[in-house]
Each structure stands twice: as structure tokens, then as C-alpha cells.
């Protein structure tokens, strides 16, 4: 079985969209798992409605605002598939979503593994759906789509993310999703497919949208991503570069953290690079 879960925060009217999608799939082996981050809409209302109507099997969760890393914790941790995929509370899937994770499963059955990816698409496709679905690799490198706008999504192994859940900065509430996903691969393969299986669209005041603010505000878990994404081999010195860039940028703004803990977060070649590039800069212009 499969868990299908769903991080919901207020997002009542978008909700309806995604359980029609769920309903049609053309595989039902799955559970539809909601971790509510304190909703103040009716989504738990929308929710009971359709636990009620025991058409597909829910099983809905509320907590306190918390953040959706937490909610995802909080799903893994209570998820009864032996898959986890993560689809948000605004985006919907195709219909044989469900069919075609299950298809490849055969692929990613050794234990070495953890899982494989797919592609959530935003907006129209440039192309025919049919012409999608068709590569498959473990090199990431070799992992592109030129065709369709979107983003890499994730069908895991739950036994691998329970390994894996995010770490817990008490008073900050975005974490990058991508700090996880780099961990596992530090430690698994995972197989990158170019299916398109799921579909959204891109709203005002979703995370995207906000993403350096949501980093700024949130700057201990920023600071982490930043690190870890530096000390990861497959980046490029001049990746590395601008990822020590954008970690001084949240750590020169981040007044109640110390000025050790902030060095001690990459290696030092990288602040002394981005240091002597502001002085540079701050010469050059006066």
C-alpha cells in the first residue's frame, strides 16, 4: 500500500480538487493520510465530510501550527503504506498516479534504494503526456525535463524516511524540503524518471512564493541547508560558491545567532571567500 499524504494548512477551497483526483485513480491501493498544521479554515470539517463518505480510506490528523516539515514528520511517523509520497494540498494527481508507482516499483525493490522521483507539472504541458514516462536513471546529473515546467516529486520507501525525518529549531517553521532529499542520497540511490504524475499550479502566498523571506525568518534551518548543500560532493566549487553566499546572507541578518556558530557552519575557505568578495565589491564602488 501506498500512503498518499497531504500537509494541509487553510487550504479548504483547494482540498476539494485533490480528493476528486484521489477518487479516480486508477489504482485504490493506497491510504490518504492529512496532518492539519492548525488550520483555521473548515478544513476539518471538509475532512470529516469525506471520512464520512468512506469512498477511499482517510485517516485525518490535527496538530498546532508547527510547520510543514513537522506535519511531514508527523505523517511518516504514522503512515501505514510501505510508500510515502508527498502531494500538497493545492495540487492533484493524475489519474493513474497511484497505478503507475506501484509499475515501477519492481525497479526499486533492493534494499540500496530508497525510492524514485516523478514530476508534478505547473501549468500546460509544451507536449503530449504520452511523450513523457519513458527515462530512467540513477544519475541524477543525467536527470533533466526541458519540456514541461514543474518539480521533482518524491515516492520513498516510509521505512527510509523514518530514518531521515527533519531535525526539530525550536521557534522557526520552514524547513527546505531539499535537506532531507540530500541526506538520503548521501546514503541511497534513488531512481529519477521524467513521469508526470501529479499537477498544480502556482498561488500567491504559497511557499514558493515567499521562499527567501521564509528562509530569512527561519534562519537556523536555512543556514543548515546551506551547509549541508556545500559539503555535498556532486555540487561544483562555483555551486559551492554561491551556496556560501547565500548562507552568510542569512546568517548576517540572523542577530541572535553567534558569530561562532555562524563560522562553524561551513568551512572556513568559503567565508573567506565570500568575505573578501564584499570587501572587493565595497572598495570598487566606495
Not at 4 to 21: E, G, M, Q, V
Not at 91 to 109: H, K, R, W
Not at 158 to 180: A, M, R
Not at 237 to 242: A, D, N, V
Request: hydrophobic content about 35%; aromatic content about 16%.
Amino acid at each position: 500500500m501506498i500512503t498518499i499524504f497531504t500537509p494541509a494548512y487553510n487550504r479548504a477551497h483547494t482540498l476539494p480538487k485533490l480528493y476528486d483526483s484521489l477518487l479516480k485513480q486508477t489504482c485504490q491501493n493506497f491510504e490518504w493520510l492529512i496532518v492539519d498544521d492548525g488550520s483555521t479554515d473548515d478544513t476539518r470539517l471538509l475532512m470529516e465530510q469525506y471520512i464520512a463518505e468512506s469512498k477511499i480510506t482517510i485517516r485525518y490528523i490535527y496538530q498546532n501550527n508547527g510547520g510543514k516539515h513537522r506535519a511531514i514528520n508527523r505523517g511518516v511517523q504514522n503512515a501505514q503504506g510501505e510508500y510515502f509520497l508527498v502531494i500538497d494540498s493545492d495540487d492533484f494527481l493524475g489519474e493513474n498516479c497511484v497505478e503507475e508507482c506501484f509499475a515501477i516499483i519492481p525497479d526499486i525493490e533492493n534494499e540500496n534504494i530508497a525510492g524514485a522521483t516523478f514530476i508534478l507539472a505547473i501549468g500546460e504541458l509544451k507536449k503530449p503526456i504520452e511523450t513523457f514516462g519513458h527515462f530512467k536513471s540513477f544519475d541524477f546529473a543525467a536527470y533533466q525535463w526541458e519540456d514541461v515546467k514543474g518539480e521533482m516529486s518524491f515516492c520513498y520507501k516510509t521505512k527510509v524516511l523514518k530514518q531521515y525525518l527533519f531535525p526539530d529549531f525550536e521557534g522557526e517553521k520552514f524547513c527546505p524540503e531539499s535537506l532531507i532529499h540530500n541526506r538520503i542520497g548521501h546514503r541511497y540511490k534513488v531512481l529519477y524518471t521524467d513521469r508526470v504524475l501529479a499537477f498544480g499550479d502556482y498561488l500567491e502566498g504559497g511557499l514558493t512564493s515567499n521562499y527567501y523571506k521564509l528562509l530569512v525568518n527561519n534562519p537556523r534551518y536555512a543556514m543548515l541547508w546551506y551547509s549541508e548543500k556545500i559539503k555535498t560532493a556532486h555540487f561544483t566549487p562555483s555551486q559551492k560558491k554561491i551556496y556560501a553566499k547565500g548562507y552568510w546572507d542569512i546568517a548576517l541578518k540572523a542577530k541572535h545567532i553567534s558569530l561562532w556558530e555562524k563560522l562553524k557552519g561551513i568551512p572556513l575557505r568559503y567565508t573567506f571567500s565570500f568575505f573578501v568578495e564584499k570587501l572587493k565589491k565595497i572598495l570598487r564602488f566606495g
